[in-house]
Nanobody, 127 residues
């Protein structure tokens, strides 16, 4: 069982930055691939970024590539999403998710591949 708690959301002007954190409980956090998703009002949840449990493999949605960076610290059981050059279209509720993986380099792009989800944190980017 893994419990996830996101933090770091807020209101920021376009062009600004935020860093989201997702703190995980559980002894086996280091065996979970992690992902960030987002959902805007009236829209489906969409993939943002993912990282393998080793931290050596990452993948990003085209819409955030070059602006967002996912990272993790397995010592403190936390995954991060550094968001730079924010745009109004980045406004969403951001969720972190965890998926147990046997392979250190595996990551997942589909929401249905994730077993645990946080409650989400609101990010609002003003123009």
């Amino acid at each position: 069982q893994v419990q996830l708690v996101e933090s770091g959301g807020g209101l920021v002007q376009a062009g600004g930055s935020l860093r989201l954190s997702c703190a995980a409980s559980g002894r086996t956090f280091s065996r979970y691939a992690m992902g960030w998703f987002r959902q805007a009002p009236g829209k489906e949840r969409e993939f943002v970024a993912t990282i393998s449990w080793s931290g050596g493999s990452t993948y990003y949605a085209d819409s955030v590539k070059g602006r967002f960076t996912i990272s993790r610290d397995n010592v403190v059981n936390t995954v991060y999403l550094q968001m730079n050059s924010l745009k109004p279209e980045d406004t969403s509720v951001y969720y972190c998710a965890a998926s147990y993986s046997y392979y250190s380099a595996s990551y997942y792009l589909r929401a249905e591949d994730y077993h645990y989800w946080g409650q989400g944190t609101q990010v609002t980017v003003s123009s």
